[in-house]
């Protein structure tokens, strides 16, 4: 699931990046691993003019170095 906020629509009825954090990618998987094997080929997807990325979504809890639920 793509989720979307700091965008606009053009004259042409366009989706426009309009700054910021734009877009928020979800997903649901078997375990962690695999929704972060999801949201990466999702994000593949997805281009438009200054894209850029994190590539340490969930790392630290997929190589156990955080727990999920943890709140330190």
Do not use: P, W
């Not at 606009?8 to 375990?31: I, P, Y």
């Not at 990466?40 to 639920?69: C, N, P, Q, T, V």
């Amino acid at each position: 699931m793509v989720y979307h906020a700091g965008t606009k629509t053009n004259e042409h009825g366009e989706l426009q990046v309009n700054g910021g954090r734009v877009l928020s990618v979800t997903a649901l998987g078997a375990d962690l691993n695999d929704a972060r094997s999801v949201v990466y080929s999702e994000i593949e997807r997805i281009r438009f003019d200054g894209e850029h990325h994190r590539s340490d979504i969930a790392l630290k809890a997929a190589l156990g170095e955080i727990r999920l639920g943890d709140r330190n």
